[in-house]
């Protein structure tokens, strides 16, 4: 993983900036009537920047060799992780508990 970097507000214009240099894979969509029908060939790996701000309570990611870029609110970036996280917790939990419960029963 690359190193997080705090981003001088002269820069990001924003006191609490923060940067990563990372990769992302970029699918695009087959449409049709305004409804996604599919993908068009395979996801291509970019270069792209994650940055996010507590000050302007967002998180984005720019891929700038697609001229695209996505923000998306901070809180519920932090949502979907934390409930990914408790999911992924739930389940090695139980798994847990069937190795347990097999083993007992042998």
């Known amino acids: 993983m690359s190193e997080i970097r705090r981003v ?7 006191p609490d900036g923060v940067e990563l240099q990372a990769n992302c894979a970029v699918s695009r969509y087959r449409a049709r ?4 029908i599919g ?27 697609t001229a695209f870029s996505v923000t998306v609110r901070l809180d519920e970036v932090m949502a979907v992780l934390k409930e990914a996280s408790d999911y992924h917790h739930d389940l090695e939990a139980n798994k847990e508990n069937v190795e347990k ?3 007992q029963e042998r």
């Not at 507000?9 to 924003?14: A, K, L, Q, T």
């Not at 009537?33 to 996604?36: A, Q, T, Y």
């Not at 993908?39 to 891929?63: D, E, H, L, Q, W």
């Open 8 to 14: 001088p507000i002269e820069v990001s214009g924003v």
């Open 39 to 65: 993908i068009k060939g395979t996801p291509r790996v970019y270069p792209c920047r994650i940055m996010a701000s507590f000050t302007n309570t967002t998180m984005s990611i720019s891929v700038p060799h």
């Open 101 to 103: 419960s097999s083993a």
């Open 33 to 36: 009537h305004c409804s996604v």
